[in-house]
């Protein structure tokens, strides 16, 4: 496989909410450009989860050491007549300048947890806003998913099959790299192979089988097309019969040097039709063609699948994958905890902050499975091992970007060390979080100022 490219996902500083420019110009007008600390957290799990897997910092990044606006955007800007000529010219010349830190992505976290921690000018603190829920949300949503199923699948090979029921082009694209990153084998989506370096599966639609007069026509045909990657799809009219069909082609293509990798079912009863191929295929004299099973799956299918010993080999995941359906939104927020050296804390109802720059710390148990975090103010001594990290400063990344297959064994090493009740996949014990006391007195004092 090539070497995959750096991607740069292009989006706009226009991209964001109305409200980012409105504060930005009152920001301006007074005068207030000292530094801003915000953190990005999730305040609560999803329900059924016991855990999340931090996604999507490589965008962000990007995004970052980018920002800028382009001279049409500066025109319309202009021509709109809702900001100050002096307002358009601050940011023809903004650049981001400030310093990142963040867990690393493929890193497990729990809620109140800061993921990443921006420190810069209020103005461009601030602007950033929307962008950086909009990057870390997504990716965080779908990586956290992914690595449900992968647990589920108890090592079977799995591949991303979402594209066609994403929220829009660059939420699949993003799907196929959260969920690649998570422990899928890799996906449909070929952008995401040449962007990327994923690769690439791949069989035939149903539309490709009832062009042909015949099931066995059209078996011979993709077999034909692509000589390297036989696998054929067996459910659009009889499931078993094109199994049989499957068997007595093999020997006819076996003749011309080609060979059947696999069948794919894709509805019905997954169980009991894999039982049924697994046989024809075996008494057919094709023990090494490979069954694989899609078709609205999920998790709690995996599951289920896995513990019925279903003669699956490997799983194709779509649109609950993508749209992570049973939970399609994390509660999150990015907050500001800190200006001009100034705590600060939000009190509202039910989204109260912690205050100040943050630090996690984790600790493990003897077996070296993650036991406990606690959340402590950033220069506060801890023991364990500390999860956020710097990654940028002055606007400039610390190091090249990870490659995606670093991340990869860091999600699998961050999976392996869960502890066994937050690998079954129902609601159980969480991991503890503590909050530091003098994170919590820090709070108190705040509270007591009013």
Same mark, same amino acid.
């Given at each position: 496989?090539r070497t995959?490219?750096r991607?740069t996902?292009?989006?706009?500083?226009?991209?964001?909410?109305?409200?980012q420019?409105?504060?930005?110009?009152a920001?301006l007008?007074?005068?207030?450009?000292?530094t801003?600390v915000?953190?990005?957290?999730v305040?609560r799990l999803?329900?059924?989860?016991?855990?999340?897997?931090?996604?999507?910092?490589?965008q962000l990044?990007d995004?970052?050491?980018?920002l800028h606006l382009?001279?049409?955007?500066?025109d319309w800007?202009?021509?709109?007549g809702?900001?100050?000529r002096?307002?358009?010219?601050?940011l023809?010349?903004?650049?981001?300048t400030g310093d990142?830190?963040?867990m690393?992505e493929g890193?497990?976290?729990?809620p109140?947890?800061?993921i990443?921690?921006?420190?810069?000018p209020?103005p461009?603190?601030?602007l950033i806003?929307?962008?950086?829920?909009?990057?870390?949300?997504?990716?965080?949503?779908v990586a956290s998913?992914a690595?449900?199923?992968?647990?589920?699948a108890?090592?079977?090979?799995?591949?991303?099959?979402?594209?066609?029921?994403?929220?829009?082009?660059e939420?699949?694209l993003?799907?196929?790299?959260?969920?690649?990153?998570a422990?899928?084998?890799g996906?449909?989506?070929?952008?995401?192979?040449?962007l990327?370096?994923?690769?690439v599966y791949?069989?035939m639609?149903?539309?490709?089988?009832q062009a042909?007069?015949d099931e066995?026509?059209?078996?011979?045909?993709f077999?034909?097309?692509?000589p390297?990657?036989?696998?054929l799809?067996?459910d659009?009219? &009889?499931?078993?019969?094109?199994a *049989? !069909? $499957?068997?007595t082609?093999?020997?006819?293509?076996?003749?011309? %040097?080609?060979? @059947?990798?696999g069948?794919r079912?894709d509805?019905? &009863?997954l169980?009991?039709?894999? *039982? !049924? $191929?697994r046989?024809?295929l075996d008494?057919g004299g094709?023990? %090494?063609v490979? @069954?694989v099973?899609?078709?609205?799956?999920?998790?709690?299918?995996?599951q289920a699948?896995v513990?019925?010993?279903a003669?699956i080999?490997?799983?194709?995941?779509?649109?609950?994958?993508?749209?992570s359906a049973?939970?399609?939104?994390l509660?999150?927020?990015?907050k500001?905890?800190?200006?001009?050296?100034?705590?600060c804390r939000?009190?509202s109802e039910?989204k109260a902050?912690?205050?100040?720059?943050k630090?996690?710390?984790?600790?493990?148990?003897?077996?070296?499975r993650i036991?406990s975090?606690v959340v402590?103010?950033a220069d506060e001594p801890e023991?364990?091992t500390?999860?956020v990290?710097?990654?940028?400063?002055a606007g400039?990344?610390?190091a090249?970007?990870?490659?995606?297959?670093?991340?990869?064994e860091r999600a699998?090493a961050?999976l392996a060390?869960?502890?066994?009740?937050?690998?079954?996949?129902r609601?159980?014990p969480a991991?503890?979080?503590?909050i530091?006391?003098?994170?919590?007195?820090?709070?108190?004092s705040?509270d007591?100022?009013?």
């Amino acid at each position: 496989m090539r070497t995959p490219r750096r991607i740069t996902l292009q989006s706009s500083l226009l991209l964001t909410d109305l409200y980012q420019l409105t504060m930005l110009q009152a920001y301006l007008e007074q005068g207030m450009e000292e530094t801003a600390v915000f953190e990005f957290f999730v305040r609560r799990l999803p329900p059924m989860r016991g855990f999340l897997m931090a996604a999507g910092l490589e965008q962000l990044l990007d995004y970052l050491e980018r920002l800028h606006l382009s001279a049409e955007e500066l025109d319309w800007l202009n021509e709109s007549g809702r900001f100050s000529r002096a307002f358009v010219e601050y940011l023809e010349r903004l650049r981001f300048t400030g310093d990142v830190h963040a867990m690393p992505e493929g890193t497990v976290f729990f809620p109140e947890e800061p993921i990443v921690r921006v420190t810069a000018p209020l103005p461009q603190a601030q602007l950033i806003e929307t962008r950086l829920i909009n990057l870390l949300h997504f990716q965080t949503v779908v990586a956290s998913k992914a690595a449900r199923s992968v647990l589920a699948a108890g090592g079977k090979p799995l591949v991303d099959f979402g594209l066609r029921r994403a929220h829009g082009a660059e939420a699949g694209l993003l799907a196929a790299r959260a969920s690649y990153l998570a422990g899928f084998s890799g996906t449909a989506t070929v952008q995401a192979g040449m962007l990327f370096g994923i690769p690439v599966y791949g069989t035939m639609a149903h539309s490709f089988v009832q062009a042909h007069e015949d099931e066995v026509t059209a078996f011979e045909h993709f077999a034909s097309a692509q000589p390297q990657d036989v696998i054929l799809l067996i459910d659009t009219y &009889d499931t078993e019969a094109a199994a *049989r !069909k $499957v068997v007595t082609l093999a020997s006819r293509l076996k003749q011309k %040097g080609l060979t @059947i990798k696999g069948v794919r079912l894709d509805s019905g &009863d997954l169980a009991d039709h894999a *039982r !049924k $191929v697994r046989r024809i295929l075996d008494e057919g004299g094709l023990p %090494g063609v490979r @069954i694989v099973a899609s078709g609205n799956l999920d998790e709690s299918a995996l599951q289920a699948l896995v513990a019925a010993n279903a003669p699956i080999d490997s799983f194709a995941i779509g649109t609950c994958l993508t749209t992570s359906a049973d939970a399609p939104y994390l509660d999150c927020a990015y907050k500001l905890q800190e200006y001009a050296g100034r705590p600060c804390r939000k009190r509202s109802e039910g989204k109260a902050t912690w205050p100040g720059r943050k630090q996690v710390y984790r600790h493990d148990d003897a077996g070296g499975r993650i036991a406990s975090d606690v959340v402590t103010l950033a220069d506060e001594p801890e023991d364990g091992t500390a999860l956020v990290q710097p990654v940028m400063r002055a606007g400039r990344r610390l190091a090249p970007p990870a490659p995606l297959s670093a991340l990869r064994e860091r999600a699998a090493a961050e999976l392996a060390r869960l502890p066994p009740p937050l690998r079954q996949l129902r609601d159980g014990p969480a991991v503890p979080v503590r909050i530091s006391s003098a994170l919590r007195d820090l709070a108190k004092s705040l509270d007591e100022r009013g």
